[in-house]
């Protein structure tokens, strides 16, 4: 069984453009979630969508980031337009549906943003 | 989700049992107890959960006391390959709800 992918692995952008991550879950995980790690901090959870909706985006930071899981299979994470303190890790994780399913992660995208 | 506290760096050395412990004083009845290990560049793994009774998988064992306040995962013969850093998270027992990761223990094997 293929586990999570993230693409691309490492992503250089300068301040003002747009960056778009990729996730795709393990087939038939319905739960899929971004994390992410700024520079000397800890992973911070983003949003978790169920299947296409979103369950929970309230660590979302601001309207720059934009989430979507058109069709309830890969997600992608745009920035738009990134900031310097957008710099980090950004993780993907899924898991199956129903309660207490350990979340497989990914094994992230490093962005550095200049 | 209640706060943990884990020791912020541990030794262990190769083919020794290592011992890491978390305070999660503020637990609720509904609340469990997870542990992820992130090994460098990569994402974080699961390692093994459990709610009040003392759990064991092929990767390790959870011992949880009996008030529930703190807890120890044990890496029964540890490896080089489990140098890492190990998040002990409390988490809610309904849904499939995010993980909230602390700083961790950053637990280093010595060969």
């Known amino acids: 069984e293929a586990g999570v992918t993230q693409f691309p692995s490492h992503s250089v952008i300068e301040k003002g453009q747009t960056v778009t991550l990729r996730c795709d879950p393990i087939?038939?995980?319905?739960?899929l979630y971004w994390y992410r790690r700024v520079m000397g901090k800890e992973i911070k959870f983003l949003l978790h969508?169920?299947?296409?909706?979103?369950?929970?985006e309230s660590g979302m930071p601001n309207n720059r980031f934009l989430a979507e899981r058109t069709g309830g299979t890969y997600s992608t994470l745009k920035v738009q337009p990134a900031e310097l303190e957008d710099s980090g890790v950004y993780f993907c994780?899924?898991?199956?549906?129903?309660?207490?399913?350990?979340?497989?992660f990914g094994p992230g995208t490093r962005l550095t943003v200049l | 989700d209640a706060k943990t506290t884990q020791p912020p760096s541990m030794d262990c050395a190769e083919g020794r049992a290592a011992n890491l412990p978390c305070n999660h004083s503020?637990?609720?009845?509904?609340?469990?107890v997870y542990w992820y290990r992130q090994i460098h560049s990569q994402g974080p793994q699961y390692i093994i959960h459990?709610?009040?009774n003392n759990e064991t998988n092929e990767m390790a064992s959870l011992i949880i006391t009996e008030d529930r306040k703190s807890s120890t995962l044990i890496l029964p013969h540890a490896t080089l390959r489990d140098t890492a850093v190990y998040y002990c998270?409390?988490?809610?027992?309904?849904?499939?709800?995010?993980?909230?990761f602390g700083t961790g223990t950053r637990l280093t094997i010595i060969p």
């Open positions: 994780a899924s898991s199956r549906a129903g309660s207490h399913n350990e979340q497989f």
């Open positions: 087939s038939g995980h319905d739960n």
């Open positions: 969508f169920v299947k296409e909706s979103k369950q929970d």
């Open positions: 503020t637990i609720s009845g509904n609340e469990y």
């Open positions: 459990g709610l009040k």
């Open positions: 998270i409390v988490r809610a027992n309904f849904g499939n709800e995010k993980l909230t």
